[in-house]
């Protein structure tokens, strides 16, 4: 996602690189960035792991639900009409393209490998607090 957004990135801040541009990689949607704030929250993930702490991982968790389920599923529904007409009839006529692939194709293939990583590591971290809670509890008596 980091690499699709480099050239957005780029121009904003008036680079310019001829191999990023001849690639004419096309512009983002605000869910897009909004989906990279999930990237800075691993940190969050990690810190609360290494240091068994369950609030903080608690807030791992919401900010995985809100910024990496969320915008993936917004993505899933922008994507869905061009994806399931290219599916219905192969033909890719009226559909957008990159390098010759639909490009709503190419985004289902990232939305079901985000979906997955995002779905498994809610459970880890499920379970890390479970587990935690228990340790706990064992503890205590």
Partial sequence: MLAKLSADILDRIDVFILEIEE???????????????????????LSAARKNRINLMKRYMLGIILFGIGPVLYAAGYYFKEAWQYVRTGDTEDLHLW???????????????ALQVHFFSLYFAWSSIQAWKARGAAKSK
Avoid: D, K, R
Avoid at 26 to 45: A, N, T
């Fill in 23 to 45: 690639l004419q990689i096309p512009q983002p949607l605000w869910w897009e960035y909004l989906w990279c704030v999930s990237l800075l929250l691993s940190f969050i993930g």
């Fill in 99 to 113: 390098q010759g692939y639909p490009y709503a194709l190419l985004w289902y293939a990232f939305i079901i490998l």
